[in-house]
């Protein structure tokens, strides 16, 4: 077996992994992708919408815009809903910005079909993937493909690989520390056959809980409901599901139609962020460095940002310049905090937190003083504005 080499190796074909390689091949820097899964696997993953502008903004300059124009939803703003009425918050005048939504998994199907196109190498379905030799500056990478060793020497490893991979735990540690939050409730996520019965994305705190009306096209909707960490999903039959969106989401005068439910999943929240993106010839994107509940929708629009600023940093330093690769892994985790504090701040406005009943009583009343101010001040507003279509990278 003789050694393969590329300038940067990449592990992990979720969208930080993708959107670095073909970001590095806009810049004329070669790199592989190894990835444990299965193209079809990756392709099926169902995850959030949301992209940011500077995000729809990345995408397009690189060239993977177009099905985002045509099918991508703009929207200009979002609805707080409490207390059983509907406050739209309107970024769009009140800071000239606005989302998109468009699914994550759209945003990968893209991805690859641009990387097949160009027939870029990437390796799915690779086994015992592992990174070596991270304090050199001829780091390696080994795996085994379709029964053969593989080994990978690069000038860079970057660590896409999600919050479960590899490379974020090959970091001595003694050398990373690991900030950790969870929350005492998860998501139950719904896709259903049915055309959504809102033209903005509507967040809920009810007193039963959170519930959120999202989307995916003119034709699909997407609807989560906050339920209990330890619940599963045959304790949520389709009618418990309706029934409990029609009480959170109700406002009187409108409607939630219903439709065929095609997709089914309950996910955990965390909040985590590793002390350092950057170890030796290793670097973190994505998941794979921090993780937010998901309430702000900024789990893909970090990455997305960490990526674009990697991408542009590998550039120069092939440039001869270095400044913005040392300085990657400190200016992508300033950034991430800015992002870590607002998802943690939307997650607990919107939530009911179930400890003692005196505790809980009295949060439930101080989320809808809070949410009352939000409403109220074009200021508080303006803050929301910003930080939900994105902060810049
Ligand atoms: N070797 C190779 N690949 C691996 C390994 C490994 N040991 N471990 C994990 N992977 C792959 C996963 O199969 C996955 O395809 O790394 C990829 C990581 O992708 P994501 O988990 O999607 O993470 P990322 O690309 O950082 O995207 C972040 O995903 O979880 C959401 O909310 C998050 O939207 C955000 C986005
Ligand atoms: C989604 O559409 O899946 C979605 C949208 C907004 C969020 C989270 C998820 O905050």
Redesign the pocket.
């Known amino acids: 077996m003789s050694p393969e080499n590329t300038r940067v190796a990449i592990i992990g074909a979720g969208p930080a992994g993708l959107l670095l390689s073909w970001a590095l091949r806009d810049a004329g820097i070669d790199s592989i992708v190894v990835e444990n899964r299965s193209q079809d696997y990756v392709l099926a993953r169902i995850?959030?919408?949301?992209l940011e502008q500077s995000a729809v903004e990345t995408l397009t300059r690189l060239g993977l815009g177009e099905r985002i124009r045509t099918e991508g939803l703009e929207h200009d703003g979002i609805y707080l809903q409490f207390r059983g009425e509907r406050h739209h918050v309107d970024f769009q005048e009140l800071i000239g910005r606005s989302v998109t939504?468009y699914?994550q998994q759209e945003v990968v199907k893209d991805l690859i079909a641009a990387h097949n196109a160009a027939g870029s190498t990437i390796y799915y379905e690779a086994a015992d993937v592992a990174v070596h030799d991270l304090e050199s500056s001829a780091p390696r990478v080994t795996f085994t493909h379709a029964g053969e060793a593989h080994e990978i020497t690069a000038d860079f490893v970057v660590g896409a690989d999600g919050f479960h991979g590899v490379c974020r735990a090959s970091i001595p540690r003694e050398a990373i520390t690991l900030y950790d939050r969870s929350y005492p409730y998860a998501w139950l996520?719904i896709l259903a056959n049915v055309a959504p019965s809102t033209d903005e994305?509507i967040?809920a705190l009810h007193e039963d809980g959170f519930a959120?009306h999202?989307?995916?096209s003119p034709h699909v909707s997407?609807l989560?409901l906050q339920v209990d960490t330890a619940d599963s999903l045959d304790q949520w039959p389709d009618e418990r599901i309706w029934e409990n969106l029609h009480a959170r989401l109700g406002v009187p005068g409108w409607t939630l139609q219903e439709g065929e439910i095609t997709d089914k999943s309950i996910t955990p929240m965390r909040s985590f962020v590793a002390s350092r993106l950057a170890y030796g010839s290793l670097f973190l994107a994505g998941d794979a460095g921090h993780i937010v509940p998901?309430?702000?929708?900024k789990g893909l629009n970090s990455a997305i940002a960490d990526v674009t600023m990697l991408a542009a940093a590998l550039a120069a330093h092939y440039a001869d310049d270095d400044a913005l690769l040392s300085g990657y892994g400190e200016a992508a985790l300033r950034r991430q905090w800015r992002v870590q504090q607002f998802s943690q701040w939307?997650t607990d406005l919107l939530h009911r937190n179930r400890t003692d009943l005196q505790t809980m009583e009295f949060d439930y009343q101080s989320q809808l003083g809070r949410l009352d101010y939000v409403t109220g001040s074009v200021h508080a507003q303006r803050e929301l504005a910003e930080q939900y279509s994105g902060l810049p990278f």
């Open positions: 995850r959030a919408g949301v939504v699914g996520g994305l967040y959120m999202s989307m995916r997407r989560y998901p309430t702000g929708a939307m």
